[in-house]
């Protein structure tokens, strides 16, 4: 049993060039050839294989990682001696090929899948290679498709459905469904090209399929939250006698995981595959996370566990790791209902799109003083406006307003006897 290195191999003029994907786990068993990384540059992505078979001991690069040709990808346990030698490394770091690594040269180039795009929000991509292949010689980019397997991984099916959204059948004739206009924009004056920032690149496919698959409704509530504001706003610490500054957005949060308590169907996915509802019990809610680099949803785990505090702790945390691009791509996956809030921005209510596989999200507007007549008084009252977005097909109407008064309930004047438990 030896030791055996894996290292980036030569990428021709590329420098710096992403990881986008790492495709094994630490203890894994790989063959030769098998896919160990994705890289992706500018103009294209590639995998790269494995050059030896063995169990994976240390991987040593992330996603988001710049890599150049030598660096050390990981290294294995070998039990083949003689494939040790296939590939060194000299001073240079240049990679020296031996005849019989003709073979996984080729293999590698075969396996170039061209443009880099859109994934699921924040996330990679991640198919088998014979999976990328098809949907290359579709035409089609893996990294738009939508992925129905575990983690979103992309199966065959999946790019054959992707390519069926994607045309149009008329008169017999299969057209892609590209909208030209009429004019083009420079007819009407000066106009400047940019590229898509890559995170709206990635989120854009993942809001497309979710407008036009799931059958949105929006219910709209005012929520009385006066009492809670000046509750809020009183937090001190006990012992240094400090402010303690907690947004209104960790009482919501605490509000939130106590509705879905209460109505599993919103802390649900659908199984198309088998057809069936999946109940999570968990309560791990996402974020809406607006950065310099676009929007990011990423979860945080386990709120039924945190206090108010810990909650707002987390956030602040997880928006950092997020701004930072620090965040692990795991960490966009597996959720049971988000918030997206522009409450420290403006506005009131807008129509939030769930992110799927999650059946609901709830948008969150600024408060505003509002006078309403209580007990016969006009009397001016702190108002949070909410928006919750359901997919109708798990929940009905009803159930989308009981949710919305359970919410405002929570948060009312008897908030600390609704989140205390
Ligand atoms: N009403 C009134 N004020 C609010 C509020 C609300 N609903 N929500 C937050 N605020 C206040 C906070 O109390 C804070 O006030 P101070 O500066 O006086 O402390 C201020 O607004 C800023 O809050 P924040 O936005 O920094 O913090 P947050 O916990 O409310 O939100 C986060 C955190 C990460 C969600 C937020 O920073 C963010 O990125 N929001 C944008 C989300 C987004 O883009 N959604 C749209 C997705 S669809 O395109």
Redesign the pocket.
């Known amino acids: 049993m030896t030791s055996a290195k894996i290292l980036v191999p030569d990428m021709g003029d590329f420098k710096d060039v992403e990881v986008i994907e790492v495709l094994v786990k630490e203890g894994q068993q790989v063959k030769k050839n098998d896919s160990l990384i994705t890289l992706e540059s500018d103009k294209s992505s590639v995998e790269v294989p494995s050059t030896h078979e063995g169990m994976i001991e240390k991987i040593n690069i992330k996603v988001g990682n710049k890599v150049n040709q030598g660096d050390l990808i990981l290294s294995l346990k070998s039990e083949n001696k003689t494939e040790e030698k296939k590939v060194t490394v000299n001073k240079d770091k240049k990679i020296e090929r031996k005849v019989e690594d003709k073979k996984s040269e080729e293999i590698k180039k075969k396996k170039e899948i061209i443009p880099t795009a859109p994934t699921s929000q924040g996330g990679t991509k991640s198919a088998s290679p014979k999976v990328r292949k098809f949907a290359r010689e579709l035409g089609a980019n893996v990294l738009e498709i939508s992925g129905s397997q575990r983690a979103g991984r992309v199966s065959e099916e999946d790019v054959k459905n992707f390519i069926r959204s994607q045309v149009a059948v008329s008169g017999g004739r299969v057209e892609k469904k590209i909208h030209k206009e009429e004019y083009s924009h420079e007819e009407f004056g000066e106009i400047e090209l940019k590229d898509i920032p890559r995170v709206k690149k990635l989120s854009g496919p993942q809001l497309v399929r979710s407008w036009t698959e799931i059958p949105h409704v929006t219910q709209h509530e005012e929520i009385d939250i006066t009492e809670m504001e000046q509750f809020?706003s009183s937090l001190y610490d006990y012992y240094s006698g400090e402010m303690i500054?907690?947004?209104?957005?960790?009482f919501?949060s605490k509000a939130l995981v106590s509705a879905l308590k209460t109505f599993p169907n919103f802390n649900a996915s659908i199984d198309p595959i088998h057809n069936k509802i999946i109940y999570k019990k968990y309560f791990h809610l996402g974020?809406?996370?607006?950065?310099p680099h676009g929007?990011m949803?990423p979860k945080v785990r386990n709120v039924d566990q945190m206090s108010i505090k810990e909650i707002?702790e987390a956030?602040?945390k997880?928006?950092k790791l997020?701004r930072e691009l620090k965040i692990d791509k795991k960490e966009f996956f597996g959720g049971s209902m988000t918030?997206?809030?522009?409450?420290?921005?403006g506005g009131t209510f807008?129509t939030?799109?769930i992110n799927p596989p999650e059946v609901a999200i709830l948008?969150?507007?600024?408060?505003?003083d509002k006078l309403v007549r209580l007990k016969g008084k006009i009397t001016s009252r702190k108002i949070?406006?909410i928006s919750l977005s359901y997919d109708h097909r798990i929940i009905d109407g009803a159930e989308g307003a009981r949710f919305c008064v359970y919410l405002s309930e929570c948060l009312g004047k008897d908030f600390a006897f609704k989140l205390a438990v």
């Open positions: 809020r500054k907690v947004t209104p957005l960790a919501i974020f809406a996370v607006d950065t929007l949803v707002g956030l602040k997880t928006s997020c918030i997206s809030s522009l409450g420290g921005i807008f939030p799109i948008g969150i507007g600024k408060s505003f949070l406006p």
